[in-house]
């Protein structure tokens, strides 16, 4: 348990490292981060606040889904946006287009590995991906055509409130799912299974 807990919140700390990671690049973000950074630029607020503020709405559309949110779930919405205020404040603003590009590809990766660990840990979904699936669970759709639907409609919000697209956003959207693929494995929980008892033979 300790073990698994570690996992999480450490995975979740990553995560918002590597929003602020897209932040300090500015080269494009993923598509929730796309609107959150949007949001932040409209109502003047930290990223992380919106963060914490989006994660609390979304969970509000749980409830009409019949999901159940776990510590996992819980978790998420507030330590992520703590994390990446944190980070930016750590991270100093780039010039050079090379440092900038670097920081995006290590952004990516960041990204990928947290979201194996989190997810991993096995507590629950976070708020986003239990929206997904909490949908695909009441209306039947599939999760490739609400996943998309979900993410193009926070992408083009975003955009139009002022979040960062770019090719980071391009580069995102092609990689992160083979990348969490690699790395969820590496994380997955297993529960231990009890070895058998030995039964001695009759004589």
């Not at 796309?34 to 606040?49: E, Q």
């Not at 404040?89 to 780039?94: A, E, K, Q, R």
């Not at 997810?119 to 039947?140: E, K, Q, S």
Request: charged share 10%.
């Amino acid at each position: 348990m300790l073990r698994r807990l570690l996992q999480l919140y450490i995975g979740l700390t990553l995560y918002g490292v590597s929003t602020a990671m897209f932040v300090r690049a500015d080269l494009g973000a993923d598509p929730w981060n796309v609107f959150h950074l949007g949001v932040a630029k409209l109502l003047s607020l930290d990223i992380g606040t919106v963060m914490i503020a989006t994660g609390a709405l979304v969970l509000l559309f749980w409830i009409p889904l019949r999901q159940k949110p776990g510590l996992g779930t819980l978790s998420n919405v507030v330590v992520i946006g703590l994390a990446a205020d944190a980070a930016l404040m750590l991270i100093p603003t780039l010039d050079s287009l090379v440092a900038r590009s670097t920081l995006l590809v290590c952004a990516v990766a960041v990204n990928a590995l947290a979201t194996g660990m989190y997810i991993g840990a096995g507590f629950g979904a976070g708020p986003r991906d239990g929206l997904m699936t909490g949908v695909h669970a009441r209306t039947g759709w599939s999760v490739r055509s609400i996943r998309t639907a979900i993410e193009v409609s926070v992408l083009l919000i975003g955009g139009l409130l002022g979040g960062t697209v770019g090719v980071g956003t391009v580069l995102y959207a092609v990689t992160i799912g083979p990348l969490i693929q690699i790395c969820l494995p590496w994380f997955r929980h297993q529960p231990r299974v009890k070895p058998e008892s030995k039964i001695e033979p009759v004589t």
